[in-house]
């Protein structure tokens, strides 16, 4: 059997990702900002506008990670437009659970991390939901740090995000350097 391979999303994706996200909040609903009944609510052509745009755009892209054919993974990452410095934010985050442990979710990150890099982002951001050791360790491990930003999590009211970065100005731990 082969490991599993990253890969950017093709264009006529649309499909498949609507399945891997809604997959994606079934399992841990209270790790994305939307719920699932508003992705399943998302017409057919959002998830082809997505797809096309993150596999042939500058501004953002979504790694898929698969093996034997079967999607097991994501990330993505986006030019903030509210951030003036060219920073980008690392979205979407997401790897089955049979595959947690595998190093698989690093891999995730470092490829959203390089794309950023070849950007020229200085930085990178991401939201994660407090109390999710599991993200929070991985994300600590990459390089990220708290910035003290916190807010509330759109999709599950009372619960809260909190802010994290990674300079890319900096080798960090278990990132490619600059």
Do not use: K
Not at 44 to 50: E, F, H, I
Not at 66 to 72: F, P, R, V, Y
């Amino acid at each position: 059997m082969q490991p599993p391979r990253i890969r950017r999303i093709r264009a006529d994706e649309g499909p498949a990702l609507r399945a891997l996200r809604l997959e994606a909040i079934a399992d841990t609903p209270t790790a994305f900002g939307s719920t699932l009944a508003e992705t399943e609510a998302r017409p057919v052509d959002y998830w082809q506008a997505r797809a096309q745009s993150a596999a042939d755009g500058h501004d953002n892209v979504l790694f898929v990670a698969e093996e034997n054919g079967s999607w097991i993974g994501l990330a993505g990452g986006y030019l903030d437009d509210e951030r003036s410095d060219g920073s980008v934010d690392l979205i979407s985050m997401w790897v089955h659970p049979a595959y947690r442990g595998r190093g698989l979710g690093r891999q995730l990150v470092q490829r959203v991390v390089g794309w950023a890099r070849e950007r020229g982002a200085p930085r990178v951001f991401l939201w994660v939901t407090e109390g999710n050791e599991a993200a929070e360790v991985l994300y600590e491990r990459c390089g990220f740090r708290d910035t003290g930003g916190r807010q509330a999590l759109p999709s599950h009211a009372g619960m809260r995000e909190r802010e994290m970065e990674l300079l890319l100005t900096e080798a960090a731990p278990g990132m490619p350097p600059t």
